[in-house]
Nanobody, 123 residues
């Protein structure tokens, strides 16, 4: 059974930082590609960032480029999303997802999802 558990969300003021973590169970799935999505109230889920299984390749949604950084530590079965210069429009539930090789923006390509962690940015 694959399990992804996100943590690190919370309430932060605009301009602040948070680091999200996504812990994956199972040695095999821990090395799959990973991605972060988010969903704000009343909006569709949107892609934030993706990272290849090795961590060599990453991609980002335009609005977070230069502010967010995705990374992974396969020895710890964990993927991170460092979020700096947070804005109120970053407020959302953030989800971790995994796919065998894919780390792009199409949500349907991901096989497993975590339960999400709430990020709230106050102005």
């Amino acid at each position: 059974q694959v399990q992804l558990v996100e943590s690190g969300g919370g309430l932060v003021q605009a301009g602040g930082s948070l680091r999200l973590s996504c812990a994956a169970s199972g040695r095999t799935f821990s090395t799959w590609a990973k991605a972060w999505f988010r969903q704000a109230p009343g909006k569709e889920r949107e892609f934030v960032s993706g990272i290849s299984w090795s961590g060599t390749n990453t991609n980002y949604e335009d609005s977070v480029k230069g502010r967010f950084t995705v990374s992974r530590d396969n020895a710890k079965n964990t993927v991170y999303l460092q979020m700096n210069s947070l804005k109120p429009e970053d407020t959302a539930v953030y989800y971790c997802a995994t796919a065998r090789f894919y780390y792009g923006s199409t949500a349907e390509e991901y096989a497993y999802w975590g339960q999400g962690t709430q990020v709230t940015v106050s102005s």
